[in-house]
C-alpha cells in the first residue's frame, strides 16, 4: 500500500466503487485487497467458491465486497454493470493462456477463447460501463503483460496477439474519452508467481518462482493509478522483477554489463 496519498487523491477516491474482473484469484483478487481500503468492490469471476473467499477475506479487513458470478465470454456485460450497480472505476484483469501456445501446435478454438477473454470481453465491459464511467470521472486499469511490450517467448500467438492488442484498446479509450473524464492505465507485468503458471507447457520451479512478482505486487500497482490524483493518468507501466532488464541483449552485452 502506498500511505502517502496527497489531499486531492482521497477526496477522489472516497466512497467509490469499483468493477473488478479476475478477481477469484491472482491479480484480480490481490488488486481487490489494494482497494478495499478505499473501494467498495464489485468482484467478478467464474468460480463462487473462490470469489467469496477473496469477498469475505476484505470484509475481515474492514472492506465492502459483493460478488458477481459471470462469464465475460459468454454474458450480457450491460446486465453485468447494470447488476453490479453505480460503479466508478474498472479493473479488468481476467485472463487466458493455454499449454498449446505455438502456430504448430495451437488449436483454433483455443485461440478464440483466449482472444475472447483477453480482449472481447474488455472492450465489451469497458463499453457496457462508458456512461458510469463518464458520470463518476472513473479510471480504468487494464492488466496487459510483458509480452505486449517486448518480445517474451513461449508467451504464446493468441495470448501475445490479444494482450498487445490492449495497449491500442486503452490508447484510444485515452484520446477518445479524456475530455469525459475518463483515463485508462494498460499495467505491463513480468512474470508473476500465481496458479496461472499452471497453463504453462514447462511449469517453473520453486527457485524460479521465487524470482517472480507476487500478485500483490500487480495489485498495488493497479491501486496506484486508480488513487493518482485526477490532472495524472498514467497511460502505460511496465512491471518486471528485479534482473529481467537483461532480456533482449547479447551474451556479450549481459556480461560487459556484470563486468
Not at 504448430?104 to 472481447?120: G, M, P, R
Not at 517486448?150 to 479509450?173: D, I
Request: aromatic share 4%; glycine share 6%.
Amino acid at each position: 500500500m502506498l500511505d502517502n496519498m496527497n489531499t486531492r487523491t482521497q477526496k477522489h477516491t472516497s466512497r467509490r466503487r469499483a468493477l473488478i474482473t479476475g478477481a477469484s484469484s491472482g491479480t484480480g483478487a490481490a488488486a481487490a485487497f489494494a482497494l478495499a481500503e478505499t473501494h467498495e468492490l464489485v468482484l467478478v469471476g467464474r468460480r463462487s467458491e473462490r470469489l467469496s473467499e477473496v469477498a469475505r477475506s476484505v470484509r475481515v479487513g474492514g472492506g465492502k465486497a459483493e460478488t458477481i458470478v459471470f462469464d465475460l465470454t459468454t454474458g450480457d456485460c450491460e446486465k453485468l454493470i447494470a447488476t453490479a450497480g453505480p460503479i466508478t472505476d474498472l479493473v479488468c484483469a481476467a485472463g487466458l493462456n493455454t499449454p498449446q501456445r505455438a502456430w504448430a501446435d495451437q488449436k483454433f478454438a483455443e485461440f478464440e477463447a483466449i482472444v475472447s477473454t483477453n480482449l472481447t470481453s474488455v472492450a465489451a465491459l469497458i463499453t457496457s460501463a462508458l456512461p458510469a464511467l463518464r458520470a463518476a470521472s472513473g479510471s480504468v486499469a487494464v492488466v496487459s503483460s510483458l509480452s505486449a511490450w517486448t518480445l517474451q517467448k513461449g508467451a504464446g500467438v493468441a495470448y501475445r496477439a490479444s494482450k498487445s492488442a490492449l495497449r491500442a484498446l486503452t490508447e484510444s479509450l485515452n484520446e477518445q474519452e479524456a475530455d469525459h473524464g475518463v483515463r485508462a492505465s494498460l499495467i505491463c507485468p513480468g512474470e508473476i508467481d500465481s496458479e496461472f503458471l499452471a497453463l504453462r507447457p514447462s511449469v517453473p520451479d520453486e527457485t524460479r518462482r521465487q524470482r517472480m512478482l507476487s500478485p500483490q505486487d500487480i495489485g498495488d500497482v493497479i491501486a496506484y493509478v486508480m488513487r493518482a490524483p485526477r490532472h495524472l493518468r498514467v497511460d502505460e507501466m511496465v512491471v518486471s522483477p528485479l534482473g529481467t532488464i537483461e532480456r533482449g541483449l547479447s551474451a556479450l552485452e549481459v556480461a560487459a554489463s556484470r563486468s
